[in-house]
């Protein structure tokens, strides 16, 4: 199989902070490991690709669709391509145009669906959404609330195959002891009040603050029921960092919760394995949706649990009682009775740690993503449709038997 890669999501070479998200890791990492795999299992690959720091990409995308575009269609032309698979919807607007010289020299097409570049609000792109979905001949969401994001905007079922985001196992070293990680997160930031407590619970978040993450929420509803002993650091910046600092000086929290801003990939490592339990409290906004949850798998990685909303995209990756728990969206007692039940009980903490640790690894890994990945699209090739992904059972997430334990991809 011949097959194209086109996106426009990939950080600058050596820059990976430079434009950094879940959509960017998702395609970056693919990438690499389509790129890895090029001379085996009978596979040709080549990519189109963008590398952009985050604030001139909207600049740089209209030329780069342009001429990719035209390369797209001269390979066709050449009869030297099988499949396109495009990293997003944005890319995946060129299937439009391009539709009848693709199909008429056999060429297949399918686009990764993340969340938000479905969802977007902007009712021009909402028209063109249903275009995009006709002109393809697979969509592959990353999760299953993503796949209902799909149908809502009228795309065909047999074309839908969920397909869930990866993690880079290699990423983050393994987890030393709790102490020892907690040493190292201290160590690895500016030390000013407040510092990691040392016996109590460390909480963590990572992401943009926008609404969606419910961070404010978290800080103003459920912070202050917490035992003294429990801190809270949010890595990531974003527009909603002024809601959450009035809502840490509303309640007095400046000593137990602590806003660092962005950090390097050294330092998140070090957060990610120094904290206890990483919480993910996400709140419903309406059309802004959460299609996976990557840092639930870079939590996991390392050996972190997670507290999560059962909301959207982030019930495909945490598997409740396995590598984290599911509580009730803006549910400040579901929140404060999960975290609660490992305040002062290191056994229970140091279990769950190695249950995320397994189950991350096992069911998350990209080998095991781009099998997949690799699978469904030479079914496209071959067959020119998809799998009928419409029975796939809907109890558990993809790739998760029915008891919780893993499995890896058919």
Request: glycine share 6%; charged share 20%; net charge negative.
């Amino acid at each position: 199989m011949r097959l194209l890669f086109v996106s426009h999501s990939l950080p600058p070479e050596g820059r990976p902070l430079a434009n950094v998200g879940g959509m960017q890791r998702v395609a970056l990492k693919l990438h690499e490991t389509l790129q890895a795999r090029a001379d085996a299992d009978a596979l040709d690959y080549d990519a189109l690709l963008l590398r952009s720091a985050w604030r001139t990409v909207h600049l740089k995308t209209p030329l780069f669709l342009a001429r990719a575009g035209w390369q797209i269609a001269q390979a066709a032309r050449q009869n030297d391509v099988d499949v396109v698979l495009f990293s997003s919807m944005v890319t995946a607007g060129l299937a439009v145009p391009l539709q009848g010289l693709l199909r008429q020299h056999g060429v297949r097409t399918a686009a990764i669906v993340h969340g938000l570049d479905v969802t977007t609000p902007f009712p021009p792109y909402q028209w063109f959404v249903p275009k995009v979905f006709g002109a393809l001949d697979a969509v592959l969401p990353v999760s299953r609330a993503t796949r209902q994001a799909c149908l809502d905007r009228r795309a065909a079922p047999d074309q839908l195959r969920v397909v869930p985001n990866g993690i880079d196992t290699d990423r983050f070293e393994p987890p030393p002891d709790r102490p020892a990680a907690r040493q190292a997160l201290d160590e690895s930031v500016d030390v000013s009040p407040p510092s990691p407590p040392p016996d109590g619970l460390l909480l963590c978040s990572v992401g943009r603050q926008v609404e969606r993450k419910g961070t404010a929420w978290f800080v103003d509803t459920v912070m202050p029921r917490l035992p003294d002993d429990v801190h809270y650091w949010v890595a990531g910046d974003g527009p909603e960092l002024d809601t959450i600092e009035t809502a840490i000086a509303r309640h007095n929290l400046s000593p137990r919760v602590r806003l660092l801003g962005r950090i390097p990939n050294s330092t998140l490592g070090h957060l990610y394995r120094g904290a206890d339990l990483f919480i993910m409290p996400n709140v419903p906004v309406e059309d802004d949706m959460e299609g996976f949850g990557i840092v639930l798998l870079e939590a996991g990685q390392c050996g972190t649990p997670a507290i999560a909303a059962r909301l959207e995209g982030i019930q495909d990756v945490i598997t409740d009682g396995v590598n984290g728990h599911l509580v009730a969206p803006q549910s400040h007692r579901a929140f404060v009775d999960a975290i609660t039940t490992y305040h002062n009980d290191s056994n229970a903490l140091d279990a769950a740690a190695q249950r995320a640790l397994r189950h991350t690894e096992n069911t998350f890994g990209w080998p095991a993503v781009a099998d997949t990945y690799l699978s469904v699209l030479r079914t496209v090739w071959r067959q020119g449709t998809p799998p009928d992904a419409s029975a796939t059972d809907r109890s558990s997430p993809p790739f998760i038997r029915s008891n919780g334990s893993p499995t890896r991809p058919a």
